[in-house]
Nanobody, 119 residues
Framework: VQLVESGGGLVQAGGSLRLTCAAS????????MGWYRQPPGKKRELVAG???????TYADSVKGRFTISRDNAMNTVWLQMNSLKPEDTDVYYC??????????????WGQGTQVTVST
């Protein structure tokens, strides 16, 4: 599975960006698709995730500002980010995974897209 991200950039505080991640390859078994970021000195953290059945999870820090959506037929996930804050500045990574017999969760990652929010 290959994940290709787009849509990052530079925006002023209060502005909006939309991230896109498209999965290709052997996508039949991929599960939840989501976005992660890694603040300095911290572990990579889930920003938002959406399962095949539409179940959504958001980090508390982005609830009410970010919206994740998914098209299963296109194997694409979007992250609409509104009311951006400087603390949202980070590299955002697209993620999905498979559940493999005998292995468990096997993760795939995109290359990352930079989001920079200026004051």
């Amino acid at each position: 599975v290959q994940l290709v991200e787009s849509g990052g950039g530079l925006v002023q505080a209060g502005g909006s960006l939309r991230l896109t991640c498209a999965a290709s390859g052997s996508t039949a078994r991929i599960e939840t698709m989501g976005w992660y970021r890694q603040p300095p000195g911290k572990k990579r953290e889930l920003v938002a995730g959406i399962a095949r059945d539409g179940t959504i999870t958001y980090a508390d820090s982005v609830k009410g500002r970010f919206t994740i959506s998914r098209d299963n037929a296109m194997n694409t996930v979007w992250l609409q980010m509104n009311s951006l804050k400087p603390e949202d500045t980070d590299v955002y990574y697209c993620n999905t995974y498979e559940l493999r017999v005998g292995i468990g969760r096997y993760d795939y990652w995109g290359q990352g897209t930079q989001v920079t929010v200026s004051t």
